[in-house]
């Protein structure tokens, strides 16, 4: 295990954690409100974090990546989520520290060489598109179909609520598809392939979103897309089990944004507290506010060394010690559960300790609880479906609703 027995992390990645927090505070912090207001991550921001190498931190150094774990993903996740708690920064980070994990791996040495190489420098974008505008978590009800036709497939169907459309089409990237390559075989009939997004046929269509707006949202709809097979990962039909190897890296970087956000959150409600006087001294004199600020600290921490420990599982079962895949997706689906309400419910608390000045985009506040409810409705897996994973580890499948 990488933490010691007082769950504590080790001196490397405590080291490593200080240096991520410097790196954001600095590069990050001041452009937040710019990344919500403009609606976009500048490219300058960009590129200063694919120097320091948190851009495709899991990619491979042979690639331009850090070949860091994924317990070191979820550690710069909440810096990242920390100082950019709109989670702009913090979705394009972890899309392309996930996703570039699994492309990494699976991915031809010739499309690696293309994309991974431009996705590190900060020159290309990389995503995931699995959901659909009909289906929604149900993956069995994909309709998105590749035909191979020599050399290459082609590609038909639509994608929805699918983040980094307008960055992949404008920056340069693509996204990692699940498309029907067996109709007839339900799961066991999907592959994985990435697409380009400046490739002919594909059409975007952007959603106004109500938070995340630096980050573009929207459906991507394949019209007779050819899409060259070196872009397949691993084999034809074997996508189902790559996409959900890569939701276990992307729900718990997306469990570590969100707690970060919600420890910014605190802080700043916690300093308020001590200056805003009322009624004769500090609100932080009373104990109903008092109990409030405990129950958040809590419930952040108990969140907190849960990523810590689904993130270890994840890295030792790669690292080939003996780890059961019951325990990484409960641990993974646990985080992805209560990370998204803890951090809704601090920033509701904290922007209520602020009164009526919580309310106001000066206090800096909203764009938090904007950002996080994009987690708390569905997006990387609703959470309802968290409970059924969790479910069907506890209980077994004979007692899913669904077969």
């Known amino acids: 295990m990488v933490l010691n027995m007082n769950f504590n992390l080790s001196e490397e990645n405590q080291l490593f954690l200080d240096t991520v927090r410097n790196i954001c505070r600095k590069e990050i912090k001041p452009l937040s409100e710019k990344i919500d207001n403009e609606g976009s991550i500048p490219k300058e921001l960009l590129d200063k974090l694919a120097k320091v190498k948190l851009i495709g931190i899991t990619i491979p150094e042979k690639y331009g990546g850090m070949n860091g774990t994924v317990l070191q993903s979820a550690i710069a996740g909440m810096e990242i989520g920390r100082a950019d708690i709109s989670m702009a920064t913090a979705v394009y980070y972890l899309l392309n520290a996930g996703w570039g994990k699994i492309f990494s791996k699976y991915g031809t040495e010739e499309a690696k060489e293309e994309v991974l190489t431009k996705v590190t420098d900060g020159k290309a974008f990389l995503g995931v598109a699995s959901t659909e505008t009909g289906g929604g978590s149900d993956l069995y009800a994909i309709k998105t179909v590749a035909k191979k036709e020599g050399s290459r497939y082609i590609v038909n169907g639509e994608k929805g609520f699918i983040s980094g459309v307008t960055e992949a089409r404008e920056l340069g990237g ?29 059409s975007v269509q952007t959603y106004k979103n109500m938070g995340r707006m630096g980050i573009s949202t929207g459906e991507l709809t394949y019209d007779n897309v050819e899409v060259d097979e070196k872009y397949l990962l691993k084999g034809e039909n074997d996508g189902y089990g790559l996409l959900i190897e890569g939701f276990m890296t992307a729900r718990t970087l997306v469990s570590s944004a969100c707690i970060g956000a919600a420890e910014e959150a605190l802080e700043i409600g916690i300093e308020h507290l001590k200056k805003r006087e009322a009624f004769g001294g500090p609100l932080a004199r009373y104990e109903g506010l008092q109990f409030e600020m405990v129950e958040l600290y809590t419930h952040i921490e108990m969140v907190k060394l849960m990523i810590y420990k689904a993130a270890t599982l994840i890295d030792e079962y790669e690292n080939g010690k003996k780890v059961d895949l019951k325990d990484i997706n409960m641990a993974v689906s646990m985080v992805k559960l209560r990370a998204p309400e803890v951090a809704f419910d601090t920033f509701k608390k904290v922007m209520m300790w602020h009164g009526a000045m919580g309310y106001t985009k000066e206090a800096g506040l909203e764009k938090g609880l904007r950002g996080v409810t994009s987690y708390l409705v569905g997006a990387e897996g609703a959470l309802n479906i968290m409970r059924l994973i969790i479910v069907r580890e506890l209980l077994g499948r004979d007692y899913m609703p669904y077969k």
């Open 174 to 202: 693509g996204h990692l598809t699940i498309v029907k390559t067996d109709p007839s075989k339900r799961t066991k009939g999907m592959s994985l392939i990435y697409i380009p997004a400046q490739s002919p046929g594909i």
